[in-house]
């Protein structure tokens, strides 16, 4: 079988390459899996080259998701044949990942593929789309509705934003994406975008606590001072879903919005989230993701590809969805 195998020799930098392994060097797990498709995050990207810190072990196999077909299982909740798709669970990190044409995992971490999608599909997803939804879940559990007002998505081209943004503008609500990128303002708009905010209107912090009352939710892929600097736009009681740190881990914000505005800060995980939740996720992506929308996000890959493509991921250089087929 190929994989792309990440090898770390000493002090070292880790050499990321595509070889020829034997099944027998899987690690241990219920269920064995044909990948069909794998996909390209930050995580990814780290884990590709530098590490990062979250690779434990060398040699590895990264790919933190992966759609394809049951071969064998020990598990009576999957059989051969059966469709599945996998995110989370520290899979590509601390484990063996999809970047190769057989995986081998527990059972506990696979969802069964969602009627109505295609493993392609299911990576054109992947963490991004499937943490977009999540995003999406939380905003509107805490009351978000079409008719409250705009909602933010920063770092919208980017794979979670673009999701976002598709899924947002898809259930009628009206969409402000945010881009340091000005070339990408009509790949927004064609993902439902109604308007496109230059990223320097909302970089640059301000000592004002608060500002006027903007938005009415938030899906935040960026963090540092444009999370604190969105936090002081929100609308009496809106929401953030906070999704990643792409700006900085930092927040040099007050409690002033969380005081006075009743303002909602939702941390969103995709790793460690229970099955159930992860049904419901998968099932809300097949019926509110517009599948023409998905198809305009995705860059096709290969597992030769994947080096570059980490590099990349790492420099803000990745639009949308990479879809690798594992097995061209």
């Known amino acids: 079988m190929r994989a792309l195998i990440v090898r770390k020799e000493g002090d070292e930098k880790p050499v990321a390459a595509v070889e020829d392994i034997s099944e027998d060097m899987l690690p ?14 930050y995580k990814d990207g780290l884990c590709v080259g530098p590490g990062g810190g979250l690779v434990r072990n060398y040699p590895h196999v990264p790919g933190i998701d992966f759609a394809g077909t049951v071969e064998s299982s020990s598990d009576d909740r999957y059989k051969p044949g059966d469709k599945v798709v996998l995110t989370g669970w520290r899979v590509g990190e601390a484990y063996w990942g999809g970047y190769a044409e057989k995986a081998r995992v527990k059972a506990d971490w696979l969802v069964p593929l969602p009627d109505g999608l295609t493993t392609r599909q299911a990576m054109a997803v992947g963490t991004a789309g499937f943490t977009a939804m999540l995003a999406v879940m939380a905003l509107e559990d805490h009351g978000l509705t079409p008719d409250k007002g705009e909602v933010l998505v920063t770092g919208a081209a980017g794979g979670v934003g673009s999701v976002a943004t598709a899924i947002l503008a898809a259930k009628g609500y009206e969409v402000a994406g945010v881009t340091g990128r000005p070339e990408q303002a009509d790949y927004l708009k064609s993902l439902g975008a109604a308007r496109i905010v230059p990223r320097e209107e909302l970089n640059e912090t301000t ?13 935040d892929a960026v963090g540092g001072d444009m999370l604190a600097r969105v936090l002081g736009q929100m609308k009496y009681g809106a929401s953030v879903s906070a999704v990643g740190l792409a700006g ?18 939702l941390g969103i995980d995709s790793v460690m989230q229970p099955y159930e939740n992860r049904l419901r996720a998968w099932q809300r992506v097949a019926s509110d993701l517009p599948m023409d929308k998905l198809e305009a996000m995705i860059q096709p890959a290969t597992l030769e590809d994947l080096p570059e493509l980490g590099r990349a991921i790492l420099k803000g250089g990745v639009r949308g969805r990479v879809v690798v087929d594992v097995k061209a």
């Open 207 to 219: 000592k004002r606590p608060l500002e006027k009352e903007t938005w009415a939710g938030c899906v």
């Open 248 to 265: 900085g881990a930092g927040l040099p914000a007050t409690v002033i919005p969380f005081l006075l505005r009743g303002v909602n800060l």
């Open 28 to 41: 241990d797990g219920e269920v064995t899996v044909a990948v069909e498709f794998s996909t390209v995050n």
